[in-house]
């Protein structure tokens, strides 16, 4: 069974520009999960879409950060523009499915480490 | 804010013994999970313990749940090399579906 896909993995940009992150679930997951994690620090929920829609977006930059999942497949991770704060490994995840009341595994892409200067 | 708290925040232990590590939190869960995080790499599941259970085994890893207190264990026996990583629980609030992360554990295994 194929992982979770991510590109680029390194990136580096200057402060102001723009960057996309690209992620391609496990076949069959309907969520999909993306975190940025700072050195040192646990993974933070960004964003996460059951399908193709938004089922939580509450701690995501909205001033900056952007995300879709169109076709509810793969999803884009956008920053625009970036700060040096946005310095961060960003992971996406999937999971087969969520019910009500218990979530299921994640399943990590192996992350983009963005270095912003 | 971060759910849970990881203790200790390094460990460094020899080949063959027995690593521990705990995890706090502060609201009540669903769920409680453990992942595993090698360097430069994405985050692995190891183990789901729900908040009714108070153990679960998954080869070398023992995993402890007590609701009460707000805090679990994971137990890795006979460590190896290969071990070496950083660990991370996460939780499942009942309100809600997020999985937040504590701050991690690094546990360094010495051949």
């Known amino acids: 069974e194929a992982g979770v896909a991510q590109s680029p993995r390194y990136k580096i940009i200057e402060k102001r520009q723009s960057v996309a992150f690209w992620c391609n679930p496990i076949s069959g997951h309907a969520t999909l999960y993306w975190y940025q994690q700072i050195l040192g620090q646990g993974p933070k929920l960004l964003i996460q879409f059951q399908n193709n829609g938004v089922v939580d977006d509450s701690q995501l930059p909205k001033d900056r950060f952007s995300a879709e999942r169109l076709k509810g497949v793969d999803s884009t991770l956008k920053i625009q523009p970036a700060k040096l704060e946005d310095s961060a490994v960003y992971l996406c995840?999937?999971?087969?499915?969520?019910?009500?009341?218990?979530?299921?595994?994640?399943?990590f892409g192996p992350g983009t480490r963005l270095t912003v200067t | 804010s971060q759910q849970g708290e990881e203790d200790p925040q390094a460990l460094s232990i020899q080949e063959g013994e027995n690593a521990t590590m705990n995890c706090s939190y502060k609201t009540s869960i669903n769920n409680l999970q453990w992942y595993r995080q090698n360097s430069g790499r994405g985050l692995v599941h190891l183990i789901l313990i729900r908040s009714n259970e108070r153990e679960k085994h998954s080869g070398r890893l023992r995993v402890t749940l007590d609701t009460s207190k707000k805090s679990s264990s994971l137990l890795i026996t006979a460590s190896r090399a290969a071990d070496t990583a950083s660990y991370f629980c996460a939780t499942v609030k009942t309100s809600g579906s997020r999985l937040t992360f504590g701050e991690g554990t690094q546990l360094t295994v010495n051949p």
């Open positions: 995840a999937s999971s087969l499915e969520q019910d009500a009341i218990f979530s299921y595994e994640q399943y």
